[in-house]
Nanobody, 119 residues
Framework: QVQLVESGGGLVQPGGALRLSCTPS?????????LTWHRQAPGRQREWLVT??????TKYTDGVKGRFFTSAGLNRTRFLQITALTPDDTGMYYC?????????????WGQGTQVTVSS
Protein backbone atom coordinates (compact mmCIF):
# COMPACT_ATOMS: atom_id res chain seq x y z
CA GLN A 1 0.00 0.00 0.00
CA VAL A 2 1.07 3.55 -0.73
CA GLN A 3 -0.43 6.78 0.49
CA LEU A 4 0.24 10.02 -1.36
CA VAL A 5 0.02 13.45 0.21
CA GLU A 6 -0.03 16.43 -2.11
CA SER A 7 0.32 20.11 -1.38
CA GLY A 8 1.40 23.39 -2.92
CA GLY A 9 -1.63 24.48 -4.88
CA GLY A 10 -3.23 27.88 -4.62
CA LEU A 11 -4.36 31.01 -6.40
CA VAL A 12 -1.78 32.59 -8.67
CA GLN A 13 -1.82 35.35 -11.26
CA PRO A 14 -1.16 34.64 -14.94
CA GLY A 15 2.57 34.35 -15.51
CA GLY A 16 3.12 33.14 -11.98
CA ALA A 17 4.49 29.89 -10.65
CA LEU A 18 3.85 27.31 -7.96
CA ARG A 19 5.68 24.30 -6.63
CA LEU A 20 3.53 21.26 -6.03
CA SER A 21 4.71 18.37 -3.90
CA CYS A 22 3.81 14.72 -3.68
CA THR A 23 5.07 12.64 -0.75
CA PRO A 24 4.56 8.88 -0.76
CA SER A 25 4.45 6.71 2.32
CA UNK A 26 3.44 3.17 3.15
CA UNK A 27 4.68 -0.36 2.95
CA UNK A 28 5.31 -0.43 -0.78
CA UNK A 29 7.17 2.84 -1.32
CA UNK A 30 10.31 0.96 -2.25
CA UNK A 31 8.47 -0.62 -5.15
CA UNK A 32 7.38 2.54 -6.91
CA UNK A 33 8.15 2.20 -10.60
CA UNK A 34 6.71 5.42 -11.93
CA LEU A 35 5.27 8.65 -10.62
CA THR A 36 2.98 10.65 -12.86
CA TRP A 37 1.25 14.00 -12.61
CA HIS A 38 -2.21 14.68 -13.98
CA ARG A 39 -4.56 17.62 -14.18
CA GLN A 40 -8.32 17.83 -14.32
CA ALA A 41 -9.75 21.13 -15.43
CA PRO A 42 -13.37 22.00 -14.63
CA GLY A 43 -15.72 20.12 -16.94
CA ARG A 44 -12.91 18.21 -18.61
CA GLN A 45 -11.38 14.77 -18.36
CA ARG A 46 -8.27 14.18 -16.33
CA GLU A 47 -5.19 14.57 -18.52
CA TRP A 48 -1.68 13.26 -18.17
CA LEU A 49 1.12 15.82 -17.74
CA VAL A 50 4.39 14.21 -16.64
CA THR A 51 5.89 10.76 -16.14
CA UNK A 52 8.90 10.28 -13.91
CA UNK A 53 10.08 6.66 -14.11
CA UNK A 54 12.34 4.90 -11.65
CA UNK A 55 14.75 4.43 -14.52
CA UNK A 56 14.79 6.56 -17.61
CA UNK A 57 14.06 10.08 -18.64
CA THR A 58 11.17 12.18 -17.44
CA LYS A 59 8.55 12.81 -20.09
CA TYR A 60 6.24 15.79 -20.40
CA THR A 61 3.14 16.33 -22.46
CA ASP A 62 3.71 18.89 -25.20
CA GLY A 63 1.58 21.57 -23.58
CA VAL A 64 3.83 21.87 -20.52
CA LYS A 65 7.30 21.28 -21.96
CA GLY A 66 9.60 24.08 -20.95
CA ARG A 67 7.16 25.32 -18.29
CA PHE A 68 6.76 22.39 -15.89
CA PHE A 69 9.72 20.71 -14.22
CA THR A 70 10.10 17.87 -11.73
CA SER A 71 12.68 17.50 -9.00
CA ALA A 72 13.36 15.35 -5.96
CA GLY A 73 13.11 16.27 -2.32
CA LEU A 74 13.61 14.54 0.99
CA ASN A 75 11.64 11.48 2.04
CA ARG A 76 10.90 10.45 -1.56
CA THR A 77 9.01 13.68 -2.17
CA ARG A 78 8.69 14.72 -5.79
CA PHE A 79 8.12 18.32 -6.72
CA LEU A 80 6.39 19.66 -9.78
CA GLN A 81 7.42 23.23 -10.49
CA ILE A 82 4.78 24.84 -12.68
CA THR A 83 5.72 28.16 -14.28
CA ALA A 84 4.48 30.72 -16.82
CA LEU A 85 0.97 29.80 -15.78
CA THR A 86 -2.09 30.72 -17.79
CA PRO A 87 -5.78 30.38 -16.95
CA ASP A 88 -5.77 27.17 -19.01
CA ASP A 89 -3.56 25.62 -16.33
CA THR A 90 -6.35 25.93 -13.79
CA GLY A 91 -7.44 22.61 -12.39
CA MET A 92 -6.95 19.95 -9.77
CA TYR A 93 -3.48 18.47 -9.93
CA TYR A 94 -2.96 14.85 -8.94
CA CYS A 95 0.06 12.67 -8.50
CA UNK A 96 -0.15 8.96 -9.08
CA UNK A 97 2.31 6.13 -8.52
CA UNK A 98 2.50 2.63 -9.92
CA UNK A 99 4.14 -0.05 -7.83
CA UNK A 100 5.35 -3.46 -8.88
CA UNK A 101 5.62 -6.17 -6.27
CA UNK A 102 5.42 -9.94 -6.25
CA UNK A 103 1.67 -9.51 -6.05
CA UNK A 104 1.64 -7.54 -9.28
CA UNK A 105 1.13 -3.93 -10.24
CA UNK A 106 -0.96 -1.42 -8.35
CA UNK A 107 -1.67 2.26 -8.73
CA UNK A 108 -2.35 4.89 -6.10
CA TRP A 109 -3.62 8.44 -6.42
CA GLY A 110 -3.13 11.47 -4.25
CA GLN A 111 -6.03 13.58 -3.06
CA GLY A 112 -5.20 16.38 -5.45
CA THR A 113 -4.23 20.00 -4.96
CA GLN A 114 -6.15 22.85 -6.58
CA VAL A 115 -4.38 25.36 -8.80
CA THR A 116 -6.30 28.44 -9.89
CA VAL A 117 -4.75 30.91 -12.32
CA SER A 118 -6.62 34.18 -12.37
CA SER A 119 -6.01 37.89 -12.24
Amino acid sequence: QVQLVESGGGLVQPGGALRLSCTPSGTDVDYIETLTWHRQAPGRQREWLVTHPRNGATKYTDGVKGRFFTSAGLNRTRFLQITALTPDDTGMYYCRVVTRTLAGEAEYWGQGTQVTVSS
